[in-house]
């Protein structure tokens, strides 16, 4: 799983299906089946991570593997060694499974093609986050239904952020229509050339009435972008409470976290329990990444 460019709407839909049939073992700790051997999963995380990391180590604790976290810091990496021979180490070791996030676009296909075992995209530095794309997915397939024909908002820093890019190929695969909204040092007119399913516009205001939910995403301070944006970023693309009464009934809002509260989304948005799907989103990305583990380790046995 390096990536949801390449995927269609009936594998994402299978995966979806997967991780829905988990989701009570996540939700109400009903026991998940008993694997035949407990697997080892390496979770190798050189850039920060509060969700997806401990995502991944509840999915693997929760399927009964054995999850084994290495981070940047403290590892041999500060001392000069390679992605890849950091990686070929840790599979050496005897691990099933190697989950990784790089700063590094293509890090985790870099890996994967250079050690034998199945390797997950964790996050690769601009580029892809799938794991995230497929709970959002799952999250807007439950409170949407089918997402053929829906439009789905995302706004903010859409330049450096890999979850609109996975988001891009996993809800135009889906049917729906894709429109990235934010200001122009951080939404390239390129960004069209994704197709049909995606618009682009810098008008947050003149897109609200027609969506069916709404994804909003943090300014990437770590990518630099802070340089790239205005003081009153919030008043043009921030989600207020204003910006909400414009939406129509049951719109889900989705971040994917962090959130910056009072700059792209304000407190009394996150915290609206009949529109916020943000927590929602973190329960599901535990179903996710458990049928993304399950899947690894059935291509590794394959
Ligand atoms: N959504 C997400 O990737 O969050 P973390 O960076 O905390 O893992």
């Known amino acids: 799983m390096l990536g949801l460019r ?11 299906d997967r991780a829905e049939s988990l989701l009570p073992v996540v939700r109400d700790g009903a026991a998940s089946p008993v694997p035949e051997r407990r697997a080892m999963i390496g979770l190798l995380f050189l850039e920060n991570s509060t969700r997806t990391r401990c995502s991944f180590e ?4 929760r399927l009964g593997h054995q999850p084994v976290v290495l981070t940047g810091r403290g590892s041999s990496l500060d001392k000069g060694e390679s992605l890849v021979d950091t990686a070929a180490n840790l599979a050496a070791m005897g691990l099933d499974v190697l989950v990784i996030r790089s700063a590094i676009a293509g890090g985790a296909a870099l890996v994967a093609r250079n050690i034998g075992i199945p390797v997950v995209n964790a996050g690769d530095g601009r580029h892809e986050h799938p794991t995230q794309a497929l709970l959002d997915a799952s999250t807007l397939r439950a409170r949407l239904g089918s997402l053929a024909g829906k439009r789905v908002l995302i706004v903010g820093d859409i330049l450096n ?43 947050l205001d003149g897109v609200l009435e027609s969506a069916d939910a709404v ?20 008043f043009a693309f921030g989600l207020t409470v204003d910006r909400l009464t414009r939406l129509g009934p049951g719109v889900p809002i989705l971040h994917p976290g962090p959130m910056n509260r009072g700059v792209e989304i304000d407190d009394a948005v996150s915290a609206d329990i009949a529109r916020s799907s943000i927590l929602e989103q973190v329960t599901r990305g535990v179903a996710i990444r458990m049928a993304i583990i399950d899947r690894a380790l059935e291509s590794g046995a394959g």
């Open 58 to 61: 509840v999915a693997a604790s």
């Open 215 to 234: 994804m909003m995403l943090r300014i990437q301070l770590e990518r630099d972008a802070g340089r790239a944006v205005a003081s009153d970023y919030r």
């Open 6 to 16: 390449d995927l269609g709407s009936e594998m994402l839909e299978s995966i979806l």
């Open 161 to 203: 952020s890999r979850v609109a890019r996975s988001n891009i190929h996993a809800l135009t695969a889906m049917g729906a229509t894709v429109v990235l909204v934010g200001p122009p040092p951080l939404l390239p007119w390129t960004f069209a050339e994704f197709g049909p399913g995606v618009e682009v516009t810098h008008d």
